[in-house]
T-cell receptor
Framework: DQQVKQNSPSLSVQEGRISILNCDYT??????FLWYKKYPAEGPTFLIS?????DKNEDGRFTVFLNKSAKHLSLHIVPSQPGDSAVYFC?????????FGTGTRLTIIP | EADIYQTPRYLVIGTGKKITLECSQT?????MYWYQQDPGMELHLIHY???????EKGDLSSESTVSRIRTEHFPLTLESARPSHTSQYLC????????????????FGAGSRLTVL
């Protein structure tokens, strides 16, 4: 049973516009949510996280929104840049082990 | 500059061979993890360790084994590789969860891509 779901396998966005990546989860016990970015032939790198007691966390061009009632979170990237082209993984934890989604491949079109 | 190192990056071997994937970190992290990922799929936790001489199996059953004799080293071994073991293996580490307030942020290595013929 997949507890963290990223239903869009791919997304293309024009450079300079907003990129919105979505993630749904089923486990109410998750207390932290994280986004990772992965380039080909590299390991995932941490981008931003949010606690379950918050609904928004912002870090530069990246903002994560959490809607607990809908069990949904989203990552907003604005403005989108060519270097943002990568696979983005949503992850969640009820403690020390992370559960990952399947990833969304973001392509920024120049 | 990478703080967690995995070798080899790529490995192609025949069925039945024994292989060891190496993972070392220089951050002094107590916790280390092995994840397995197939293309287009989620990362699956196969092993983790909370410190020296501590190893646990993850959520995905795996025929591999791990050891943690030193804090910085967490190798993964397959005694007899099969084509079904073809995958990417990602090693990660994190600080003690109790020592920091906030999310358990994992730092990943670049991965080892294993192909078994």
């Amino acid at each position: 049973d997949q507890q963290v779901k990223q239903n869009s396998p791919s997304l293309s966005v024009q450079e300079g516009r907003i990129s919105i990546l979505n993630c749904d989860y089923t486990n109410s016990m998750f207390d932290y949510f994280l986004w990772y970015k992965k380039y080909p032939a590299e390991g995932p790198t941490f981008l931003i996280s949010i606690s379950s007691i918050k609904d928004k966390n912002e870090d530069g061009r990246f903002t994560v929104f959490l809607n607990k009632s809908a069990k949904h979170l989203s990552l907003h990237i604005v403005p989108s840049q060519p270097g943002d082209s990568a696979v983005y993984f949503c992850a969640a934890s009820p403690g020390e082990k992370l559960t990952f989604g399947t990833g969304t491949r973001l392509t920024i079109i120049p | 500059e990478a703080d967690i190192y995995q070798t080899p990056r790529y490995l192609v071997i025949g069925t039945g061979k024994k292989i060891t994937l190496e993972c070392s970190q220089t951050m002094g992290h107590d916790k280390m993890y092995w994840y397995q990922q197939d293309p287009g799929m989620e990362l699956h936790l196969i092993h983790y360790s909370y410190g020296v001489n501590s190893t646990e199996k993850g959520d995905l059953s795996s025929e591999s084994t791990v050891s943690r004799i030193r804090t910085e080293h967490f190798p993964l071994t397959l005694e007899s590789a099969r084509p079904s073991h073809t995958s990417q293996y990602l090693c990660a580490s994190s600080e003690s969860y109790a020592a920091v307030s906030g999310a358990n942020v994992l730092t990943f290595g670049a991965g080892s891509r294993l192909t078994v013929l």
